[in-house]
């Protein structure tokens, strides 16, 4: 049985008509990955986020129609699709920045997160990062992190605040993950755009995710920040979801099993990358002959 968390539970358009395809995006056959998950996320049948038929009006516009989405514990994602198709109101209902107009969005098997505020849902487990980093570049590497840890943020609390070793140990682990080691006490405002993107993703795991939403992570990066990229991903798909939105298609072929393409917001065709690229509509709407 679902139930709804209370509040102790803090933790450019194309043109091209198209009705929802209520076959694409409405199975779980290609969920159950059961990995475990930490304590108190239900995942009894192997997926982490389930959304069914959720819409979404802005002014008599539709951002999303009757769209259908499941994501298995451990999975790597992809979004794709053309502009204005749905791709950040999609991350948008999932975060709690932007509320339905209709359907349901569960994180595991009980947490309704239309009923949660955007506090709760980061709380839950959901951590999301945005196009353009956002770290605090007069801190140092090391700083960012240690703000970012899942602790108690009061005034007090913080003025009384001692790393303890378990925690130095976990921001060593990040730094080493995301390969700032040798960057640890450099300003984050020295750091180039793509360590940049890299501490943001550091300070996201910092808090201990279960699902990351990550929205086109690869946008203005070298070819070996990419490839790093993609390494980096496929390291923490399993004992994270990930969820990718993504134009650059070389990215999205290094490291998607799975690829959601949107259109008019709606699920326009899943599949691997091979498949979706085969798909006549998508070559119509989004990828061109």
């Not at 969820?243 to 998607?256: K, L, P, R, T, Y």
Request: charged residues 20%.
């Amino acid at each position: 049985m679902r139930i709804t968390p209370t509040a102790e539970f803090m933790l450019e358009p194309v043109f091209f008509p198209v009705e929802p395809n209520k076959d694409a995006g409405t199975s779980r056959d290609n969920i159950g990955f059961g990995q475990s998950v930490g304590p108190g996320l239900d995942t009894r049948h192997g997926t982490i986020l389930t959304l069914e038929d959720i819409s979404v009006s802005f002014d008599g516009f539709k951002a999303l129609n009757a769209l259908n989405l499941y994501i298995g514990v451990g999975e790597l994602r992809c979004i794709i699709g053309p502009n204005g198709a749905g791709k950040t109101t999609l991350m948008d209902v999932i975060t709690g920045k932007t509320r339905p107009s209709h359907g349901k969005a569960w994180f595991g098997e009980t947490l309704d997160l239309t009923q949660m505020s955007e506090v709760q849902i980061a709380q839950a487990g959901i951590g999301r990062k945005f196009q353009k980093p956002t770290v605090f570049e007069a801190l140092s590497v090391f700083e960012n992190l240690e703000l970012a840890q899942k602790t108690d943020k009061s005034v007090w609390a913080s003025l009384r605040a001692r790393l303890t070793g378990e925690q130095k140990d976990r921001i060593t682990e990040v730094l080493e993950t995301i390969r700032l080691t040798t960057s640890v006490n450099r300003p984050a405002g020295l750091l180039s755009h793509g360590q940049k993107q890299f501490l943001e993703i550091g300070m996201l795991l910092m808090q201990d995710p279960q699902l990351l939403l990550l929205d086109e992570p690869v946008a203005g990066m070298t070819d070996a920040e990419t490839e790093f990229t993609a390494e980096l991903f496929k390291s923490l798909a399993g004992k994270h979801s990930l969820m990718v939105v993504e134009h650059d298609m070389g990215f999205v072929g290094s490291i998607a099993d799975h690829v959601t393409v949107l259109h008019q917001g709606s699920v326009l065709a899943e599949g691997s990358l091979e498949q979706v690229q085969d798909n006549e509509r998508v070559i119509e709407v989004y990828l061109g002959r």
